[in-house]
Antibody, heavy 117, light 108 residues
Framework: QVQLQESGPGLVKPSQTLSLTCTVSGGSMNSGSYFWSWIRQPAGKGLEFIGRVYNSGSTNYNPSLKSRVTISVDTSKNQFSLKLNSVTAADTAVYYC?????????WGQGALVTVSS | ETVLTQSPGTLSLSPGERATLSCRASQSISGTDFAWYQQRPGQAPRLLIFGASSRATGIPDRFGGSGSGTDFTLTISRLEPEDFAIYYCQQYGTSPWTFGQGTKVEVK
């Protein structure tokens, strides 16, 4: 079974870049037909799809964040990554990595990222 | 984007009772590209239902999904203590994928 684990700084200064990595275990990222996605959830609020990447590197982003987001994949390391630039306090949230073809079948435990000076 | 509106916001029920959660889409969902997730406090969401009515692996049969077009329903036939949680609907028929705001099922 696929397992996912987010890692990265828990505190980012305003206007800087948020960077997170998701490490995949339980199988090779190339062994199945999955999209690798990022989703976030501000405290006490709902879920927001950020974007996803396929093994080939092709991506889909939420238009509301597209200008600031880059999602990339490194199948040799079994990892995929999120970069969100020009962050503000509104980007403070728990960030989840997830995988699946259409639905989000597997989830990481989540990483809290706080944007504050 | 497709906006999903869930109702009610909070459902207060007792263990053993039946729960009916609704989700309405701002535009018709392609096919049955619709899912439900459960989120317990401090945990990541868990996929319950995909394709509007198919249970994900390991999901008990007390969970059932139905609907098409713009109106979808999640039913929990008899609430168990572990079912008190927040439930989110999600559509994956139109990019960007979107979620509802959630329905909290709490103990009455």
């Amino acid at each position: 079974q696929v397992q996912l684990q987010e890692s990265g700084p828990g505190l980012v200064k305003p206007s800087q870049t948020l960077s997170l990595t998701c490490t995949v275990s339980g199988g090779s990222m190339n062994s199945g037909s999955y999209f690798w996605s990022w989703i976030r959830q501000p405290a006490g609020k709902g879920l927001e799809f950020i974007g996803r990447v396929y093994n080939s590197g092709s991506t889909n982003y939420n238009p509301s964040l597209k200008s600031r987001v880059t999602i990339s994949v490194d199948t040799s390391k079994n990892q995929f990554s999120l970069k969100l630039n020009s962050v503000t306090a509104a980007d403070t949230a728990v960030y989840y990595c997830a995988s699946g073809w259409s639905t989000f079948d597997y989830w990481g435990q989540g990483a809290l990222v706080t944007v504050s000076s | 984007e497709t906006v999903l509106t869930q109702s009610p916001g909070t459902l207060s029920l007792s263990p053993g009772e039946r729960a009916t959660l609704s989700c309405r889409a701002s535009q018709s969902i392609s096919g049955t590209d619709f899912a439900w997730y459960q989120q317990r406090p401090g945990q990541a969401p868990r996929l319950l239902i995909f394709g509007a009515s198919s249970r994900a692996t390991g999901i008990p049969d007390r969970f059932g999904g139905s609907g098409s077009g713009t109106d979808f329903t999640l039913t929990i036939s008899r609430l168990e203590p572990e079912d008190f949680a927040i439930y989110y609907c999600q559509q994956y028929g139109t990019s960007p994928w979107t979620f509802g705001q959630g329905t909290k099922v709490e103990v009455k």
